[in-house]
């Protein structure tokens, strides 16, 4: 869905109105700036239109408004109002297109807040003539993209009119994501609003970060091996007409010695230079794929993705985006190389696994506690195994989408995996081979997480960090390789 800002039509110059400014209306040339409003948004099936207190931005979308519905006044668009309350009056994307009239200030700060026009810049700035339109799309209460619409004046006429704009064409992008456990490739055809439809999904397991548990640097052999693995999925996107194309490196090339190098090499092998994120935007990242997919309610939520060589926790609510974010070592192939030498593992193994997350989680935890998250969200491959792995227990009819994983359900689960050889693993139902020797250090991290931090447990989204690459990118307004 869509939502459209509109900045106030041109009112009657200061210098020439005696009265109370709030009361200022429309001169001439802001009548007709409001006329082109309307015919460009007639027929579009706007179910509200809000407007700041101003009487011009009220005037400004009347006629729109006429003979169908009225016109809201809200005074947190008022000229001067601190975003924060302004954001407060933007609906769910999910509620149809919604028509808000305000001020060149609270449009631009709702952009910057979002990341958003970075493709529309003029000169280093934002574009917002009056009787201009910055179109929003999105998911939930997250908009993932804006498009920037300037009215135009004929010279002969006179007549105020907006210029036909076609709708940009879908994008086929594809993150390439070297990460810790495995390099995986996720091509998907994605739209300016956000909607992101897989089309061929690779995964080649490098466990990268099993070699930083016990080298600092990755070998030659492993970098070559990174390389190819890189060139042939690159290869599988350049079959499939991919005309954009991420690759971004996690915590083992982030980590690694010579990781800046073995990126180098691989951006080589593929033609593209590669991305390596740092934890916080990794973080980041990770937080916008689960705003997006899974949405974050009224609250905070706090975000965590675990992966191969980091354990990323981001947390913030719709209003505000990410407030707070770290990174933390506690990647569940590092953690299952340093510390899991046995099969099922021992006691002492379990105990040094638990207090490792809980000594580096401690310093943490009056911060998450002070920002009250009253939601939990979960991203990253074992997550997502384990979160299948009880629904496929229960015979649950639904494996795809967002998966509960309740805290009760997650301990026992952890217990279960924990005292299991690798062989029985593979017997379980649901129970992937690629992952089978992980589970049960992934179990006892989620476990040992909801327990430290009090959560009742986690939502597990299939969105995460290359879903997250995708909008980022087409908020930036990224349209080709």
């Not at 700036?33 to 407007?51: C, F, H, M, P, Q």
């Not at 996107?237 to 991420?246: C, I």
Request: charged residues 30%; glycine residues 10%; proline residues 5%.
């Amino acid at each position: 869905m869509k939502i459209y800002l509109i900045r106030n039509a041109r009112a009657v110059p200061r210098a020439e109105w005696g009265g109370e400014e709030l009361l200022r209306p429309l001169s001439e040339r802001g009548e007709a700036e409001a006329r082109a409003i309307a015919e460009r948004l007639a027929g579009l099936g706007i179910t509200r239109i809000v407007a700041a207190p101003e009487l011009r931005c009220q005037q400004t979308v009347e006629l729109l408004a006429r003979g169908r519905r009225s016109v809201h006044v809200d005074e947190r668009l008022a000229s001067g109002s601190e975003v924060e309350k302004s954001l407060e009056v933007l609906p769910s994307f999910d509620d149809g297109p919604v028509v808000l009239c305000t001020h060149a200030d609270t449009i631009l700060g709702m952009l910057r807040f979002f990341e958003l026009g970075e493709a529309e810049l003029r000169d280093g700035r934002l574009p917002c003539r009056k009787g201009s339109i910055w179109v929003l799309q999105g998911f939930g209460r997250t908009p993932t993209s804006a498009s920037y619409l300037e009215p135009e004046t004929r010279q002969k006429s006179g007549k105020v009119r907006f210029p036909e704009a076609a709708e940009p064409a879908t994008l086929r992008a594809a993150t390439l994501d070297l990460g810790s456990t495995s390099f995986n490739l996720l091509i998907s055809d994605a739209t300016p609003s956000g909607e992101i439809r897989p089309v061929v999904q690779e995964k080649v397991m490098l466990r990268l970060g099993a070699v930083i548990a016990t080298n600092a640097s990755i070998p030659e052999d492993v970098s070559e091996r990174a390389a190819e693995v890189g060139r042939a999925l690159c290869e599988v996107a350049r079959r499939e007409k991919v005309e954009l194309l991420l690759p971004v490196g996690t915590a083992a090339l982030r980590e690694a010695r010579n990781g800046a190098e073995v990126a180098r090499r691989i951006g080589s092998a593929i033609g593209t230079p590669v991305r390596v994120l740092s934890g916080e935007e990794e973080a980041r990242a990770i937080f916008r794929a689960l705003r997006a997919r899974v949405g974050l309610g009224a609250g905070r939520a706090l975000c965590l993705d675990l992966g191969g060589g980091s354990l990323e926790l981001a947390l913030g609510s719709e209003a505000r985006g990410v407030e707070w974010a770290t990174t933390l070592p506690l990647g569940v192939v590092r953690l299952h190389g340093r510390h899991v030498k046995s099969d099922p593992m021992t006691p002492r193994e379990v105990r040094a696994l638990d207090e490792r997350v809980r000594s580096l989680l401690a310093p943490h935890l009056e911060e998450i506690a002070r920002r009250r998250p009253v939601l939990a969200l979960a991203a990253g491959g074992t997550a997502r195994a384990l979160a299948r792995l009880r629904a496929e227990g229960r015979r649950a009819a639904r494996l795809s989408g967002p998966l509960p994983l309740p805290a009760d359900d997650l301990a026992e689960l952890r217990e279960r995996l924990v005292a299991s050889t690798h062989r029985e693993r593979l017997r379980m139902r649901g129970v992937r081979r690629g992952r089978a020797d992980l589970l049960p250090t992934g179990a006892l991290v989620l476990s040992t997480v909801a327990d430290a931090l009090g959560l009742e447990g986690f939502t597990v989204s299939d969105w995460g960090l290359r879903e997250g690459v995708i909008l980022e990118a087409l908020a930036s307004g990224k349209r080709r390789a």
